[in-house]
C-alpha cells in the first residue's frame, strides 16, 4: 500500500508565528535540556545525613566518623550537610556491595 503524501495551506502571518514558537521552544530545551542532562549525567542529586545512613545501614555517628576522615565527599548546602548520591554509590560499588 502506498502513502499519499497530504499538502496543507497555511496563511502567511500564522506560519511565521508557528516558526517563532518553534524556534523559542528549541532555544528553551537547548538551554534547559543541557543543564539537566548535565545534572543527571553527573549525579547532582544530593541525599541527607539521615538517607546515607539508611543506604549504609550505617548510624549517623559512623558517617560522621567517616566525613572526618574523608571516606565520603560531602558539601554544605546553607548550613545543612549534603552527599552526593553518585558518591555514595560509588563508595557501595568500590566496596562491593551495590
Known amino acids: 500500500m502506498q ?12 506560519f511565521k508565528e ?24 553527573t549525579g547532582k542529586e544530593y541525599l541527607t545525613s539521615a ?16 566525613r572526618d576522615a574523608k571516606v565520603i565527599g560531602f558539601t554544605f548546602v546553607g548550613n545543612a550537610c549534603r552527599f552526593r548520591r553518585s558518591d555514595i554509590e560509588k563508595y557501595l560499588k568500590e566496596r562491593g556491595t551495590t
Open 51 to 66: 538517607e546515607v545512613c539508611e543506604m549504609l545501614h550505617i548510624s549517623s555517628r559512623t558517617l560522621q566518623r567517616m
Open 3 to 14: 502513502k499519499r503524501m497530504e499538502i496543507i495551506t497555511i496563511d502567511s502571518l500564522a
Open 18 to 41: 508557528l516558526t517563532g514558537q518553534i524556534r523559542e521552544i528549541a532555544a528553551y530545551v537547548r538551554k534547559y535540556g543541557t543543564a539537566i542532562r548535565e545534572e543527571n549525567d
